[in-house]
């Protein structure tokens, strides 16, 4: 089973990406394109010209995860950045992502540091 609890990024790679490409293929463009180390505990999102399938790669223990979503109806919210470049997200922005909606919620709650005393 996929266990998120232990991700520290998500990195979505703008643009469109060709998701004929396996895990090896994915793997040598987060090294060789974003210049990422693609073992590190991080989720690596990919979406296709059409925005109606992802592909996450994630490296577990000794193994890589791919995960393939499709949409029956619908895009999803991909962001609008050159290819080439990632952005860098956090695991709620991703699940809205996957939930069709805009990374940016602006009605969302905002994020509490539980560090600052008030």
């Given at each position: 089973?996929?266990?998120?609890?232990?991700?520290?990024?998500?990195?979505?790679?703008c643009g469109s990406t060709d998701?004929?490409?396996?895990?090896?293929?994915?793997?040598?463009?987060?090294?060789?394109?974003?210049?990422?180390d693609p073992f590190?505990?991080?989720?690596?999102?990919?979406?296709?010209?059409?925005?109606?399938?992802?592909?996450?790669?994630?490296?577990?223990?000794?193994?890589?995860?791919?995960?393939?979503?499709?949409?029956?109806?619908?895009?999803?919210?991909?962001?609008?950045?050159?290819?080439?470049?990632?952005?860098?997200?956090?695991?709620?922005?991703?699940?809205?992502?996957?939930?069709?909606?805009?990374?940016?919620?602006?009605?969302?709650?905002?994020?509490?540091?539980?560090?600052?005393?008030?």
């Amino acid at each position: 089973m996929l266990n998120l609890a232990g991700i520290e990024r998500v990195y979505l790679a703008c643009g469109s990406t060709d998701l004929r490409k396996s895990i090896d293929g994915l793997v040598a463009m987060v090294s060789q394109v974003f210049k990422l180390d693609p073992f590190s505990p991080c989720l690596f999102v990919f979406c296709n010209r059409q925005r109606d399938k992802l592909k996450i790669l994630y490296w577990d223990w000794n193994g890589f995860w791919l995960l393939y979503r499709r949409l029956e109806k619908g895009r999803f919210q991909w962001p609008s950045s050159p290819s080439g470049e990632t952005l860098t997200i956090n695991r709620r922005q991703l699940q809205w992502l996957l939930d069709g909606l805009e990374l940016d919620q602006k009605r969302a709650h905002p994020v509490v540091d539980a560090h600052v005393v008030i």
